[in-house]
């Protein structure tokens, strides 16, 4: 810091590298006094006119509105307010065309004027020592001041950031840009209310030094500010050689002191605050006037303007307008700036307002302007480089900016380029440099504002994980208290508690499970150790013992079954033949083969039944057993004499097995019984008799129908 007030304290002006003398172009403008335009009727006040945040509106559509009323107000330093320049009603709050070369419309609040311009109600102060620098710096920024030399930045911010930090103030009225005057106009005719705002920011920021500077092309603004300071020495004036860009920040910097500021680094990490003049008229009447910015001195130059000059222009007005009331003669080939020929922007649309960035208007004639020449290839003549002030290669840059190489652009320090337009100036094969400077700046930026919001999506969802894991942990906390609290009142109520109870019998059962489930071993007489298979050997052994008993069972069961009832045996002989006939009635060719194998089956099960009678048996009929075997073989013999075809044969073995089922069930009948009655065997014998001529009748018929 001591550094930096020794070398301006030697009163050495130092030189920038770079830099040009292009034609002034001052006195088409200089040379009138400030004016008034008139009253426009429409108004159109972009809600966001500095580097910022965009306030949150205070007004609606229909409202009413007094000159000076703030009409957004902000949460923060960086987030201004902007307020009504006249008074009137508001008719709208949409997007509106801004004055930018994008001609994209931003949001903004269309005030239709009333004509009255009746002011808001006010509280000027004589003496500003009566408030603190907070109230002071808080004053500023309710006012909406923002840097008023072309950056637009947050006047309060800026101070409050660079407060205790400020060793030398400097005062930029330098005003280095070509054909623009409004600085130069302001401190001839206003030089008093200058150096009262000067005085209130040094009561604010407390520097060593306050300097003034200015270009010595401006003799009379010179001479109006040494007037107004009546031989005060807490202000100094430094005249400085006119070069452009000598009214850049950091070239100022460096030619009052010799200190460059370092790279991505504030002017106030060395201990240096910049103003300009115009923000410092602004800062007096906000704090003694309590008027906010509502207005600004704006150029209106070029030839194709009748009335050049320095005017008073509120803002929100459209450019149209200002233009005509300054007799522009409005003409298609020749395009409208806003700034100055070096660093000034395009307008695509004349009916974009005034805003806090606008200095100047230029509308050149041919004499002034001619079309851009064609962009010829870069013959790396190293032009751009010797005249850049900031000491880049812009012909590098240039490179990096049409390959899209951003990561090369930010290492050759494009955020340095403070877009001068001296590159494009030199440039002998015309290449519009600054353009491409600042669409890389802007690619740049949009690159990293996507990346911010990524990173602040990514905390954001972070937080909420977070959250709802302590949530979890809080839920199952309370779950575990309450459980707790239950376990105890039940341990109170029956004297155990049940968690520990059901664990305890969980880990018993646990301990049986092992037990059986372990291998138990056993060692040979050659010491090798073998499974003990003991126990299972006994499980056999058992399981045998067990199925013979009950094997041994069963057949003290079949041989204690008592001999069968002969009427029932008949009975159960009777259905068997019923079942037989439907069975070779219904049946198809197919259908009886399948047939005629389940009564095989069925007999055959008759039959081993008959034999394990017969072998139970203790008395066995000769007579009625032959009987029954007769009728049976005469059955047989007429099935096979009708059965031809696939279907006889199979309604023939349907029958035979029949017959052989009803013989060993007369049979088995004959031999279970003790005594039989003749009478019933004999009407047993005519029936099967019947039923063997009845199947052997339906037989021809299928044969005969076949034919």
Avoid at 515 to 539: C, F, H, R, Y
Avoid at 567 to 583: D, F, I, N, Q, T
Wanted: glycine letters at 4%; one cysteine or more.
């Amino acid at each position: 810091m001591a550094d930096v007030l020794s070398r301006f304290n030697s009163g050495k002006l130092w030189d920038f590298k770079g830099g040009i003398h292009p034609p002034e172009m001052k006195s088409q403008s200089n040379s009138q006094p400030l004016r008034h335009l008139p009253l426009g009727t429409d108004f159109y006040i972009p809600l966001k006119q500095h580097v910022g945040t965009t306030g949150n509106l205070l007004i609606k559509e229909g409202d009413y509105v007094l000159k000076g009323q703030a009409l957004t107000k902000g949460d923060g330093l960086r987030m201004l307010p902007v307020h009504a320049p006249t008074s009137g009603i508001i008719k709208s709050i949409k997007p509106y065309v801004a004055p930018h070369p994008s001609g994209l419309d931003e949001p903004t609040i269309h005030l239709q004027a009333d004509g009255l311009d009746q002011w808001s109600e006010r509280n000027p102060i004589d003496n500003f020592l009566t408030l603190s620098p907070e109230q002071l710096i808080h004053k500023i920024y309710q006012a909406g001041i923002a840097g008023l030399g072309g950056a637009v930045f947050p006047t309060a911010a800026k101070i409050q950031s660079a407060e205790q930090k400020v060793k030398l103030l400097i005062i930029n009225g330098a005003e280095c840009e070509p054909y623009i005057t409004c600085d130069d106009r302001l401190m001839r005719e206003h030089a008093d209310e200058i150096i009262k705002g000067i005085r209130i920011l040094r009561y604010i920021l407390h520097p060593e030094k306050v300097v003034i500077a200015i270009e010595d092309n401006k003799p009379e603004a010179i001479a109006a500010i040494r007037n107004a300071l009546q031989g005060a020495n807490d202000i100094s004036v430094r005249v400085i050689p006119t070069k452009y860009p000598s009214g850049a920040a950091k070239q100022l910097i460096y030619l009052l002191t010799g200190i460059e500021v370092p790279s991505g680094a504030r002017s106030s990490s060395i201990g240096v605050l910049m103003q300009n003049v115009g923000t410092m008229f602004a800062i007096k009447r906000a704090v003694i006037n309590d008027e906010p910015l509502i207005e600004r001195v704006v150029t209106l130059t070029g030839n194709k303007i009748a009335e050049k000059g320095n005017y008073w222009v509120r803002l929100g007005t459209p450019i149209s307008q200002i233009l005509s009331d300054a007799g522009y003669q409005f003409d298609n080939n020749f395009p409208i700036f806003a700034g100055g020929p070096m660093m000034g922007l395009e307008l695509p649309n004349l009916n974009a307002p005034v805003t806090k960035l606008v200095n100047c208007l230029l509308a050149p004639d041919y004499l002034e302007y001619a079309e851009p020449e064609a962009e010829q290839a870069c013959i790396r003549c190293s032009s751009c480089s010797d005249a850049c002030p900031v000491n880049l290669m812009p012909q590098q840059l240039y490179w990096f900016a049409r390959s899209e190489d951003h990561k090369k652009s930010e290492e050759y320090a494009l955020k340095d380029c403070i877009e001068c337009g001296i590159c494009a100036y030199v440039c002998p094969s015309h290449i519009p440099l600054i353009q491409y400077f600042r669409q890389e700046k802007a690619k740049i930026w949009q690159i990293k504002e996507k990346q911010k919001k990524s990173d602040e999506a990514k905390i954001r969802f972070e937080a909420k994980q977070a959250r709802m894991e302590r949530e979890e942990q809080e839920r199952k906390a309370r779950s575990q208290r309450a459980a707790q609290a239950r376990r105890e009142e039940l341990a109170q109520t029956k004297g155990e508690d049940p968690v520990k109870a059901a664990l305890k019998r969980l880990k018993a059962k646990k301990a049986n499970e092992t037990e059986s489930t372990q291998i138990k071993t056993l060692t040979s007489e050659k010491g090798e150790v073998l499974p003990d298979n003991t126990d299972l050997m006994a499980q056999r052994k058992a399981r045998r013992l067990a199925r013979q008993q009950a094997a041994s069972q069963i057949e003290n069961q079949e041989q204690s079954v008592q001999p069968t009832d002969a009427k029932k045996a008949a009975v159960a002989a009777a259905l068997a033949r019923a079942k037989a006939k439907k069975l070779a009635q219904a049946n198809s060719t197919a259908e009886a083969i399948s047939n005629a194998q389940t009564v095989e089956n069925e007999v055959e099960k008759t039959k081993s039944a008959v034999e394990k009678t017969q072998e139970n048996s203790t008395a066995l009929d000769p007579k009625k057993a032959a009987v029954a075997a007769a009728i049976a073989r005469a059955k047989a013999k007429k099935l096979a004499q009708a059965n031809s075809t696939s279907e006889a044969i199979s309604n023939s073995q349907t029958a035979e097995n029949e017959v052989e089922k009803t013989k060993t069930a007369v049979e088995k009948t004959q031999e279970s019984s003790t005594a039989l009655d003749p009478k019933k065997a004999a009407v047993a014998a005519a029936i099967a008799r019947a039923k063997a001529k009845k199947l052997a009748k339906t037989q021809a018929t299928l044969e005969n129908n076949q034919e």
